[in-house]
Structures are given as C-alpha cells and as structure tokens.
C-alpha cells in the first residue's frame, strides 16, 4: 500500500484531536476561571531509502533520503494567561488577580488537635497521611450552607487558617461542632495560631468572650484572604484566612473536571502561601496573587484565535482525507493495468 495513504490518516487523526480540543475551549468560553489548551503536532518515523554517505578523496558526501511516515500529537498545553475580572458585586465572589489557586477539599472535618485535617509542614508541603483530600480551583464562586461552612458550588470545603488575638482563636472544636468566637480583627498581635488548615465558616453568630453571642451583620474578604465580620455591636471580627497553593509546573496539573484540578507527577509538589503573622524573613505571600473580591475570573478563550485555528485545522483535515483518495485514485489505476 502507498505510504501517502498512511500519512494521511495520521494527518485526520491529529487534526481531529486538535478541533476535539478547539470544540473544548469554545463550549467553555463562559466557564468561571478556564484556561484554553492548544494541540501540538510532530513529525513521525521517517523510512530511509538511503543513508547519508560522507565525502571521499574523489566524490563529494550525499544525503540521506528520508520519506516521512506523517504526523502525530506533540502535546496539549494549557494556556496559563490570566482571564479578565468581571465584577458581579456577590460579596462571596472572589477572583485571584496573579498566580495561586484556591485549595479546596472535602472528608471528615476536625477543629480539633487531633490531626485530623491537612497540615502544612515547615517545608510547606501537605502531610499525605490527613483525612481531608485537597483539590485546587480558581474557580472563586463560593456559597454557604446552612452551617455557614464557605463552600464551593460543588460543596468542597475552602480551605484556610484560622486567627488568633491573645489566647482566643477564631474557631475551636465545641464538642465535635464547630464554636465561632471573637477576635478583634484590628487587634496588632493578630496571626495564625498554627500552620494547620482548616475549613473555614462565615457563621450566623459569634461568641463574645463574655459568652453571649452576637449576630453577623456582614462580612467582607480582603485581598489577603483575610475574611472580616461586622457583628450586631458593630465590632469587627476576624474569621479565618484563605488559604492558596502555587506548583513549579502549573501546566502539570490534571483536570477532573468541576473547574477543578490535582496534582501529578510532574506538577511539582504544593507551595503554599504563608500564613498571617509568620516571621517576615519566611513570608512567601508576594509570590501569590491578591484576591478581588465581588468578581469573577473570565475564561481566557480567545474566540477569534479559537476560530481561526478552527479553520486551519478544518482545511487540513481535508487536505489528508485528500491525500488519502489520491491514494485509491493511484491503486484504482494499477489495479486497473490487469483485465
């Protein structure tokens, strides 16, 4: 059979691929925080009918004669570029403006000191052996439920540091439920007690430490990931801090879909953001992007690229499923020679 025909299946084959990944980024040129992949191609094997031969005292060297055998799939990259921030004024809307990803986990929650939930180490990797699995997003749509636990709208749990002013930490284990207490948000000692993460909550009320308890009138979410409460007394209390993670490789990251993302093999492992209050000779919070909270990061599909790659890779396509009739054209011919 001509080798031709064979090169133009490869040719379909890679080009369909390529608009499978074109169709992808268009269904989601709306989706909250994507980021568009290209497909890449390569050359294939090449059959030599000759190799190259150097040069002698009389006759000059010659090249090898080499006939391709078409293309194949190179590789998917994503496109890491920041999408637009568009503002929709939902308090509980968040966009990272620069680099960083929202961890996100879900399975059985502990406030208390029992190893319970992930924990960052001195080296800020993730101890495996927690009982939380950690997802990453930057999908900053977050909602709450009737516990006021901050949620994504797949009810994965946000993942953050709580706050400590004095000796009163922001939220402690109450008989295996959750107990929200004052902390006076512009406190000056005001820091993370451990570098644990924890779920974070936006409650309805929080306990004074007188032990009554005050309503929430409003909260807001600063650029640090500082989350802020107004109570009924007008006092500010400080909830807790989202918490985000970075990778050496972020284009390593597998998608598992629900604008979520995990850890491979050759993502690199987890660089986390330091916490409120660390010694400012280990602060790494300048790697990371701010938060902007009452917007939403775009997608960062590009229509007009999109289609016009489409096109390209269309009229390739064509171009093989040509190459390939040509090819029974030929055979048709030589079939033909006997009758």
Do not use: W
Request: with cysteine; hydrophobic share 35%; charged share 20%.
């Amino acid at each position: 059979m001509l080798r031709s025909m064979y090169s133009g299946i490869s040719g379909m084959k890679v080009n369909q691929t390529k608009l499978d990944v074109i169709g992808n980024n268009i269904a989601n040129v709306s989706t909250t925080g994507f980021k568009a992949s290209t497909a890449r191609f390569s050359d294939m094997l090449y059959q030599n009918t000759s190799n190259a031969t150097a040069p002698t005292g009389v006759m000059g060297g010659t090249n090898a004669k080499q006939v391709g055998l078409g293309a194949k799939l190179a590789s998917i990259n994503k496109v890491m570029g920041q999408g637009n921030a568009l503002s929709t004024g939902r308090s509980l809307d968040i966009c990272i403006d620069g680099d960083g990803y929202l961890m996100v986990a879900k399975g059985k929650v502990s406030y208390a000191d029992d190893g319970g939930n992930k924990v960052v180490d001195d080296t800020q990797a993730l101890d495996p052996s927690g009982n939380l699995q950690i997802s990453y997003t930057r999908d900053g749509n977050l909602t709450l439920d009737h516990e006021g636990n901050l949620l994504t709208s797949d009810g994965y749990r946000v993942m953050g540091y709580l706050l400590k002013a004095g000796s009163v930490t922001s939220i402690t284990d109450d008989g295996g439920k959750a107990k929200v207490n004052y902390v006076d948000a512009d406190a000056t000692d005001l820091k993370s007690p451990t570098n644990e993460l924890f779920p974070l909550m936006i409650p309805d009320k929080v306990t004074m430490s007188d032990g009554t308890t005050q309503p929430v009138k409003s909260f807001e979410i600063g650029k640090d990931g500082v989350i802020t409460a107004v109570l009924g007394n007008n006092k500010r209390t400080a909830l807790g801090q989202i918490a985000k993670a970075t990778f050496k490789n972020p284009e390593g990251l597998t998608s598992i879909g629900g604008n979520l993302l995990q850890g491979s093999a050759n993502s690199g492992p987890e660089i986390i953001q330091t916490y409120k209050g660390i010694d400012p000779t280990k602060d790494n919070s300048k790697g990371f992007g701010s938060l902007i909270a009452g917007a939403l990061e775009a997608s960062n599909v590009d229509l007009t690229e999109q289609f016009t790659d489409m096109i390209t890779a269309t009229r390739s396509f064509q171009a093989s499923s040509k190459m390939i009739t040509t090819g029974d054209e030929i055979l048709q011919t030589i079939t033909n020679l006997m009758r």
